[in-house]
Structure formats: structure tokens, C-alpha cells
């Protein structure tokens, strides 16, 4: 499976990514992925780096890590093909304008048939590729458009309830853990992935909220590193540190904020649905 990272905080952050590092925490470790991606919010847009090769036949991936891209919200994903072939138009995170706003999204599992159960579903928004993730980016950007149609940001609870509602509508189909992100708020779904021991189960998501300094050595050891520690969320496939990271339970929708009036991320728990 697919591996996912991403990161709220609070002010504008310096960060450099070790994909090689991030890769090596996934169930299939001794593989470096058929393509990766990494994408830094800010403002209204954002810097999306990615490329359909192995990680280890990468020379972006020494560009990022000597760079500290400033940002409050990130974006990653190292991709293992189920669907499509391996290219650029099918390499994650995927990326729309909405509302005047750079909207990201990425997906780790294998949603079968999904084209097949929202025929039509795509209109406005169509995919590049042939993935079932950016069908299903395109299946919530066609729901959320009406949110922006007004001209302003939606509020987060209406954002929430059509995140939620496609959440729920994409369970059915297998595994769909989803990061994504309008600038204003990161939306994750916990759902199912492959453990270590072969199964597929709850968790497919874990997160850590930080509130005090980051322990540099510790994230830069998980393939993380920070110029500015401060008050964050992040998220994973998997823990990246010996942190007490929460695993999100399965169908759980969490929503991080970055730069909210409170000084800190904000997150929506117990927004809990029961599993197809």
C-alpha cells in the first residue's frame, strides 16, 4: 500500500521531507515506491513536487531534502500502483483550483470499481489519469464546488459533512484512507490498510498532536525536519516516532486547522462512522 504524511501547524514552518526515510516506515520498506509526491500549501496555492519514478532513482528527492520549504501544511504520499499505469498523470498528491483556492488530495488503498459505482459522477472536475484516487478527487471536488460557489470560504462544518459523506460512500469499495487539504483545513479519514501481518484492518491512519517543542533529533529520524518547532498536527500511515500517536479508529474524520484565532491546530474527534 500506498504511504501518507501531513502536517497542520500553526504559523509558517520551515520543513524538509526524507522520502527515503518516510518510505522506510511502510509495510513494504524494502520497496521505495513506483512514484512520490510532496506538496507545501501556501496561501492560496502550492509547491507540488512530484515524480512516477522509485524514490532511489530520484535526485529531487537530495533537491528536498537540502531545502526547507516554508509552510503550514504538507502533503505527502509515496506511491505502490494498483491502478493506472506509472506515470506522472497518475502520481499523487493530485491537485484542483476551487473557489480561487489550490485544493490537494491524496489516497492510500485500492477502491474497486469506483467509476463503475458513480457513472457520470464527473463533470466539471475529470481525471488526468487512470486512478481510482483522482476519481475519487474528482468525485469531492464536483460535491464541494457548490460550498465555493458563493465566492467565500464554506464553513468548515458544511466542508466536514461533504468530506464525510464521500468518506462514507468509498468505504464499501476497500480501503480508503484520505488526506486532503483547501489551504484552510487538512481533512483525514482513517479507514483499513495492510498490517505486518497480512491483514487488512483499522488502523489506516495514525496522528500526533504537538503542543510543545519538537524533538528535532526524533523527526529528523523519521524523515521530518523542522526549522521552527511549534504547537502541530500530523498524520501518517503509520507512527514515525515513539510518540503516543493516536491511531484513528476506522471511518474516523479528523480536521486540522493551521493558523486558527485559538493559537493552536484544531481537530474535530469523534466524528466516527460506522464501517460499511
Known amino acids: 500500500m500506498c504511504e501518507l504524511f501531513g502536517l497542520a501547524s500553526r504559523l509558517p514552518t520551515g520543513i524538509n521531507m526524507s522520502m527515503r526515510i518516510l518510505a522506510g516506515h511502510g509495510s513494504r ?3 521505495l515506491g513506483d512514484g512520490w509526491g510532496v506538496a507545501f500549501h501556501a496561501g492560496d496555492d502550492a509547491l507540488l513536487v512530484k515524480q512516477p519514478t522509485p524514490l532511489e532513482e530520484s535526485p529531487w528527492v537530495d533537491f528536498l531534502e537540502r531545502q526547507h520549504v516554508h509552510s503550514r501544511m504538507v502533503l505527502a504520499h509515496i506511491r505502490h500502483a494498483s491502478q493506472g499505469e506509472i506515470a506522472l498523470r497518475n502520481t499523487q498528491p493530485f491537485s484542483r483550483e476551487l473557489g480561487g483556492q489550490t485544493h490537494i488530495f491524496a489516497h492510500n488503498g485500492n477502491l474497486s470499481g469506483i467509476a463503475q459505482r458513480f457513472p457520470g459522477g464527473c463533470a466539471r472536475f475529470r481525471p488526468v489519469g487512470g486512478t481510482d484516487s483522482e476519481y475519487a478527487f474528482c468525485l469531492l471536488m464536483e460535491r464541494m464546488a457548490p460550498l465555493w460557489a458563493a465566492g467565500s470560504v464554506p464553513t468548515e462544518e458544511a466542508r466536514t459533512a461533504v468530506f464525510a459523506e464521500l468518506a462514507a460512500e468509498l468505504r464499501p469499495l476497500g480501503p480508503a484512507n484520505v488526506l486532503y487539504t483547501d489551504g484552510h483545513h487538512l481533512f483525514a479519514h482513517g479507514h483499513r490498510r495492510t498490517q505486518p501481518d497480512g491483514r487488512i484492518a483499522a488502523p489506516g491512519l495514525a496522528m500526533l498532536t504537538r503542543t510543545c517543542a519538537v524533538d528535532p533529533e526524533e523527526m529528523a529520524n523519521a524523515g521530518i525536519g523542522i526549522l521552527n518547532p511549534q504547537a502541530m498536527t500530523l498524520f501518517a500511515s503509520v ?13 474516523e474524520i479528523v480536521v486540522a486547522s493551521a493558523g486558527d484565532t485559538a493559537g493552536q491546530p484544531v481537530e474535530i474527534l469523534g466524528a466516527t462512522h460506522a464501517p460499511a
Open 29 to 31: 520498506a524494502h520497496h
Open 239 to 251: 507512527p514515525l516516532t515513539g510518540e503516543p500517536w493516536r491511531p484513528l479508529e476506522e471511518g
